[in-house]
Nanobody, 121 residues
Framework: QVQLVESGGGSVQAGGSLRLSCAASGRTFSSYSMGWFRQAPGKEREFVAAISQSGGSTYYADSVKGRFTISRDNDKNTVYLQMNMLKPEDTAVYYC??????????????WGQGTQVTVSS
């Protein structure tokens, strides 16, 4: 099993940037595909970005492509989400997720508690 703890959320004006971090427990972090998801009030949770076990492959929702970057540091058991050019519609609770093996926008078994991101216009 793996436990995930997100950090780095906060409030920012439109056009600003934030970097989210997700620290994972355990010694097998490099065996997990990692993803970021978000859920806005009154909406379903949606996929944001994913990264392969080695970090060599990344995948993004169309809504964030070109603005967000997912990365990972397997030595630090941490995955990041760099968010630039933030828009009010990016406001949501952001969740980190992990899956043993391959995963893209679905199939994650482990979830963090979430971190709030609020973007004001």
């Amino acid at each position: 099993q793996v436990q995930l703890v997100e950090s780095g959320g906060g409030s920012v004006q439109a056009g600003g940037s934030l970097r989210l971090s997700c620290a994972a427990s355990g010694r097998t972090f490099s065996s997990y595909s990692m993803g970021w998801f978000r859920q806005a009030p009154g909406k379903e949770r949606e996929f944001v970005a994913a990264i392969s076990q080695s970090g060599g492959s990344t995948y993004y929702a169309d809504s964030v492509k070109g603005r967000f970057t997912i990365s990972r540091d397997n030595d630090k058991n941490t995955v990041y989400l760099q968010m630039n050019m933030l828009k009010p519609e990016d406001t949501a609770v952001y969740y980190c997720a992990a899956n043993w093996g391959v995963a893209l926008s679905t199939g994650y078994d482990y979830w963090g508690q979430g971190t709030q991101v609020t973007v004001s216009s």
